[in-house]
Every structure is written in C-alpha cells, then in structure tokens.
C-alpha cells in the first residue's frame, strides 16, 4: 500500500497558480496509477486529473482541462498538480490518491491540503 502526504495548498487570489505537491512512500509508487480529486464544501468528492504509471496517460475533469497539469517524478515519489488561472470554484480540499494500475480503483488517500481562491 501506498501512504500519501500532499502539501503546496493555500490562499490565492483569483488568476494566480498554485503547485501541489503528493509525496509517496512504498515500493508501489512507480507502478501505481496517480490522481487527484477535490471536495468543496457541501459538495461531493470529484475527480480533477489523473496519470498512468510513466505519464503516458493523462485525463483531466473538463472543468480545470487548459488550467491544470499533473505530473509525477518517480525518482521523488511526487506527483504534482500545476494549477493556473484559479478560480473561487475551485476551491476545496484536494486530495491524492492511488490506484495500483489505470483504472482500478483508488485505494490509498492522503489527509488533503486545502485551497481557497478569493476573488
């Protein structure tokens, strides 16, 4: 199992960027598919990116597609979210998750890091 420790949330103001970052420990990491999904206040948990184990493979929810980019170091561990043009909606919790290959199921969570976008 893989253990997910995400960091680089916080206040922005509307039109600026901010990187997240998910750090992962166990030997899975680099053959594990990575994503990323955000919960806003009343609302649902909802899928944002997603990537295959090498980065051949990247979705994006329509919401944050030109906006958004992940990516992943295997060598570190770390899958990044680069989030330009931020938005209030998008604010939320963002969380990390892993699936043991693309299109699994994400079974491992980290704690989330949050985000606000003040307009």
């Known amino acids: 199992q893989v253990q997910l420790v995400e960091s680089g949330g916080g206040l922005v103001q509307a039109g600026g960027s901010l990187r997240l970052s998910c750090a992962a420990s166990g030997r899975t990491f680099s053959s594990s598919a990575m994503g990323w999904f955000r919960q806003a206040p009343g609302k649902e948990r909802e899928f944002v990116a997603a990537?295959?184990?090498?980065?051949?493979?990247?979705r994006y929810a329509d919401s944050v597609k030109g906006r958004f980019t992940i990516s992943r170091d295997n060598a570190k561990n770390t899958v990044y979210l680069q989030m330009n043009s931020l938005k209030p909606e998008d604010t939320a919790v963002y969380y990390c998750?892993?699936?043991?290959?693309?299109?699994?199921?994400?079974?491992?969570w980290g704690q989330g890091t949050q985000v606000t976008v003040s307009s």
């Open positions: 998750a892993a699936a043991k290959s693309w299109g699994s199921v994400f079974g491992s």
């Open positions: 990537i295959n184990w090498d980065g051949g493979t990247i």
